[in-house]
């Protein structure tokens, strides 16, 4: 029997964690011919996509549909095949976690990140992490960034999750929405995911 409705919250290789609409997570793989099936990037599923299922006796799932998606974000694949990892889908909305420093946030990586949101129609929210340990120079930097970025449209918030300091309005934000967090590694991402 087909099962409708699974969203697919984890991608490792190849087996996929995916949750259904009663909230149970099943263990789940894909029939081989989607990959065979022309598409041109190297994951035929991506977390966030919807997908229809079959269980099998064992408790896996086998995915049988991909349901269109209405958005994505991808990057070039670090291998020499020109194709590209669609990195999540059905996003409705990007937070790009930044630091001024400890470690370093280029803004190179920043315009790269909301250029390629952009292009896919994904909302970005920049979020300054670690306000709690910047010096005087560093503040400075982040008062320059915040003014710069939101006078070209994008919602900026300065918080520390480590303290806690403006992680309201982030819970908010992502209550009911599926929300994509990137930034670079050290940047806090783990710590806010595991706030409260």
């Known amino acids: 029997m087909i099962l409708q409705g699974a969203i697919v919250i984890r991608s490792t290789g190849s087996w996929y964690l995916i949750r259904t609409k009663e ?5 789940a793989r894909i029939k081989g011919k989607f990959r065979i099936q022309g598409i041109k990037t190297t994951n035929p ?6 997908v229809d299922f079959t269980l099998e006796k064992d408790n896996t ?5 991909i349901h269109p998606r209405k958005n994505y974000i991808i990057r070039k694949s670090v291998n020499l ?41 994904i909302p970005v929210t920049i979020v300054f992490n670690k306000i709690d ?8 930097k982040l008062e320059e960034l915040m003014i710069a970025y939101s006078k070209v449209g994008y919602h900026c918030l300065d918080v520390s999750a480590e303290t806690g300091a403006g ?12 929300t994509m967090l ?15």
């Open 23 to 27: 909230g149970e997570e099943v263990e």
């Open 45 to 50: 599923v991506a977390v966030g996509d919807l």
């Open 61 to 65: 799932a086998v995915i049988t549909k």
């Open 81 to 121: 095949s020109k194709q590209a990892q669609i990195i999540a889908c059905n996003i409705d909305r990007a937070l790009l976690v930044v630091t001024i420093s400890n470690p370093v946030t280029q803004t190179g990586f920043i315009d790269r990140f909301l250029i390629t949101a952009e292009a896919y129609h």
């Open 133 to 140: 340990i910047y010096s005087e120079k560093d503040q400075l």
């Open 167 to 178: 992680l309201t309005e982030i819970k908010e934000m992502l209550e009911d929405k599926t």
């Open 182 to 196: 990137s930034g670079h590694s050290g940047a806090g991402k783990s710590t806010l995911i595991n706030k409260d």
